[in-house]
């Protein structure tokens, strides 16, 4: 019996997005209105991530009503967190799989695409890409908290630049190994992260 394969929440909406995003129809049709490839390339993006954004919510929703189940991403076992962060908390390939075809969708994630053995080159720059940006969101938690307890509401703004302050501190980069701007991490890092209720 092959290991399981575990997802983060978002990672899997992002490969659900990717998954149901029919380019050849859509290409039809914007072909129909006049509109260019080019123009339907800089469009693709935020369509995938519309898409990728509802994926996110169904699938926190079957989380939350228990029809997925959410685990630790240390050692994989089932827990009900406090604060649920869809770029911490994973679930498996397989459940995300029987919860679609419960669902009655005739799709469903392909196990292959996440072999390490597919995509060697791309495992290490990958992991670092994630790495940064579960660090920011980590180090977000933190200073909201502190700023918290200090009376303050501090906007993502303003965690940014402590948070960008503190990876230069740490000489912490990107995977191109360049400095990361407080806009960058605002953008890429908190664009989904939401305050910790606790």
């Given at each position: 019996?092959?290991?399981n394969?575990?997802?983060?929440?978002?990672?899997?909406a992002?490969?659900?997005?990717?998954l149901?995003?029919?380019?050849?129809s859509?290409l039809?049709?914007?072909?129909?209105l006049?509109?260019?490839e080019?123009?339907?390339?800089?469009?693709?993006?935020?369509?995938?991530?519309a898409?990728?954004?509802?994926?996110?919510?169904q699938?926190?929703?079957?989380?939350k009503?228990g029809?997925?189940v959410?685990?630790?991403p240390a050692?994989?076992?089932?827990?009900?967190p406090t604060?649920?962060?869809?770029?911490f908390?994973?679930?498996?390939?397989s459940e995300?799989n029987?919860w679609?075809?419960?669902s009655?969708?005739d799709?469903?994630?392909?196990?292959?695409l996440?072999?390490?053995?597919?995509?060697p080159e791309?495992k290490?720059?990958?992991?670092?890409?994630?790495?940064?940006?579960?660090?920011a969101?980590?180090k977000?938690d933190i200073?909201?908290?502190r700023?918290?307890?200090?009376?303050c509401?501090p906007s993502?703004k303003?965690?940014?630049e402590l948070i960008?302050?503190?990876?230069?501190n740490?000489?912490i980069?990107?995977v191109?190994g360049?400095?990361?701007?407080?806009q960058y991490?605002?953008?890429?890092?908190?664009?989904?992260w939401n305050?910790p209720?606790n």
């Open positions: 019996m092959s290991a394969l575990y997802l983060t929440i978002e990672a899997a992002l490969e659900l997005a990717k149901t995003f029919d380019e050849e859509l039809a049709d914007i072909s129909s006049g509109i260019s080019a123009s339907f390339e800089n469009m693709k993006e935020s369509m995938i991530e898409s990728q954004k509802v994926f996110n919510n699938i926190m929703s079957a989380a009503e029809k997925l959410v685990r630790n050692n994989k076992l089932p827990y009900i604060t649920r962060r869809d770029f908390e994973v679930i498996s390939v995300i029987a679609l075809e419960k009655g969708v799709y469903k994630l392909n196990k292959s996440f072999s390490d053995r597919n995509k791309l290490h720059s990958e992991n670092q890409e994630v790495n940064w940006i579960t660090k969101r980590e977000a200073i909201f908290n700023q918290k307890k200090l009376g509401d993502k303003a965690i940014a960008a302050k503190e990876f230069e740490e000489n980069l990107t191109k360049k400095r990361i701007s407080s991490i605002e953008r890429h890092a908190l664009g989904k305050r209720r």
